[in-house]
């Protein structure tokens, strides 16, 4: 799911401002050996209302650190569940109650203990607010002594994961309007600093009851990615995100860092035709060509994904036929040949498409096939796939336009146009949100509109069944819905970062990357080597 936020767009100017503290005039930057100084996306992208988990801080579609707050249940590296204000936990036979017992030896910043109060209040809240971890099947929390009892409206075994995804805030006192601004958490740092548009600062938690991290503080400058390449060849950084563009290049004082995630790209290809449906927002549904089958198979067979992804991200990602990426328990073999360009010609042919002007784009009933692929124009690789994309399906005889803009200007047109779309998460429920019939045309759910009754079935078996054992009925619904080519799946993409040689981020250790990444997920095994003082 895609969770907007107000991007920090800086130009040279405030990258300037942003840096200025730590270099004047170029040339490395010396802090303490217990600093950090960073710039990267998963934490980098200022949100619009501060450091509030109610409001989707360190939400990134599961399996992100928040930092300043404790969650019930973390992730290890091999994306196992395991506790953290929890000490155990229990669940119904049917699903549908999830009793957690909270430890009692935790303090939030104020002084003020952390109490199973906290952690239901705090669900209640996420769920009224509804800006982050989808807790739709929640009907209520409410705690019991030490306890917290989770009732759901129905059965789901994915709500586990739900466990790990909402930062736990104070009841007494919480301000949903101020919050953000001045958090107070139990996380292993607390926010010493936050300079809008620049840069926020955190300092280590000294009444954090985890594992103590190595650093004391850590700055995370907001940079846009010439700005951020631009930290690191002034050594102002010892950790940056770079786009691929950048990967490739030689930094004095600086390693490559790559990690493979379960962050996927892929086109939404509305299935239905346009009838004059709209949406409960009054958007228009449904497009008269991608509404046509063959055309969504052809540009399935036709397009060249290998060649896609060497040109629009360097090679930086794996090619996806489906949208489930290979690391996750549900993934299923779906591949096939495509940039079969003759064979994608010939379906197109006998569904009655063809070129009979000699423009080099197939008619059908006098109406070209055409239609709009829009991309947030903030995400470079979102363009560059939608460019690539345009420029192959020529081949095919489809005309693309590729359009750029905000979240404003994409909204009106999903359930109408195709989107260049980012999807990953560790839990299930992703599929339902891409492919669920009752969700269609809701939000961002389900925008190509797929009505499929079986695919519904599937989920509701998937959900009723243990976790573990649902995995094969969710690979079922995922491989039902995709078998209509209700995408255009591109691939996964990799996340790189220049590493200062001073920092050691113990790449083994580091969590499955969901949308969005999650560079901090293992900030307790961080450590600064090689320095002048050891």
């Known amino acids: 799911m895609e969770t907007k936020y107000i991007i920090a767009a800086v130009v040279a100017v405030v990258a300037i401002i942003g840096i200025g503290a730590f270099a004047l005039g170029g040339g490395h930057t010396e802090h303490a050996e217990n600093e950090l100084v960073a710039c990267v996306a998963a934490h980098g992208e200022e949100p619009e209302f501060g450091f509030d988990p109610m409001h989707g801080w360190g939400y990134h579609d599961s399996g992100t650190e928040p930092l300043i707050q404790s969650t019930i249940l973390k992730r290890d590296k091999d994306n196992n569940f395991v506790n953290d204000l929890a000490t155990d936990y229990s669940i119904s036979d049917d699903f549908t109650e999830y009793t957690v017992t909270i430890r009692d030896d935790v303090k939030f910043t104020d002084g003020s203990k952390l109490t199973a109060n906290d952690v239901a209040f705090s669900y209640n809240k996420a769920k009224e607010l509804g800006e982050g971890a989808d807790l739709s099947s929640l009907k209520e929390a409410k705690a019991d002594g030490n306890k917290v009892v989770f009732t759901l409206n129905k059965s789901d075994s994915t709500f586990i994961n739900k466990l790990t995804d909402v930062g736990i805030v104070p009841e007494a006192g919480y301000n949903e309007d101020s919050y953000g601004q001045n958090p107070i958490g139990s996380g292993p740092y607390k926010l010493a600093q936050w300079d809008k548009g620049q840069q926020f600062i955190l300092e280590k938690n000294p009444d954090y009851y985890g594992p103590e991290p190595y650093f004391e503080k850590i ?6 990615p010439d700005a951020a390449f631009a930290a690191v060849k002034n050594g102002d950084v010892d950790i940056a995100e770079v786009q691929v563009a950048y990967a490739n290049e030689k930094v004095d004082g600086y390693h490559m860092e790559y990690f493979d995630s379960i962050d996927v790209r892929g086109i939404s290809l509305p299935t239905q035709m346009d009838e004059g449906k709209l949406s409960e927002d009054n958007l228009t549904i449904g497009n008269n060509v991608t509404g046509d089958p063959a055309i969504r198979e052809a540009l399935n067979i036709g397009i060249d994904r290998e060649a896609l992804l060497e040109g629009a991200l360097n090679g930086y990602g794996n090619v996806s036929y489906n949208g489930v990426a290979d690391q996750l328990a549900w993934s299923f073999d779906s591949t096939f040949e495509d940039g ?19 423009d080099g784009i197939v008619e059908k009933d006098g109406k070209p096939a055409a239609f709009d692929v829009y991309y947030n124009a903030q995400a470079s690789e979102r363009q560059a796939i939608a460019v690539a994309v345009a420029e192959q399906a020529k ?3 489809i005309e693309i336009t590729p359009v750029g803009g905000s979240w404003d200007d994409i909204g009106p047109n999903i ?5 260049v779309w980012g999807f990953g998460s560790a839990d299930p429920m992703e599929i339902e949100h891409q492919y669920d019939s009752r969700v269609a045309n809701v939000g961002y759910d389900n925008a190509e509109g797929l009505i499929d009754p079986t695919v519904d079935s599937l989920i509701d078996s998937a959900k009723s069944q243990e976790l573990e054992s649902s995995y094969a009925t969710w690979s079922q619904a995922a491989q039902q819905a995709t078998s209509q080519y209700p995408y255009l799946w591109i691939g996964t993409m990799d996340y790189t970062y220049f590493v200062s040689d001073s920092l050691d981020i113990s790449n083994s250790t580091h969590l499955i990357y969901p949308h969005g990444g999650d560079i901090w997920g293992n900030i307790y095994d961080w450590k600064r080597v090689n320095t002048t003082d050891s």
Not at 219 to 224: A, E, G, Q, V, W
Not at 340 to 358: F, I, M, P, S
Not at 415 to 419: I, N
């Open 219 to 224: 700055t995370n400058l907001f940079l846009d």
């Open 340 to 358: 079969q360009v003759d064979q994608a010609k010939e379906v197109l042919k006998a569904a009655g498409w063809e070129d009979t002007n000699g």
């Open 395 to 397: 081949e095919i005889g």
């Open 415 to 419: 359930y109408s146009q195709g989107v």
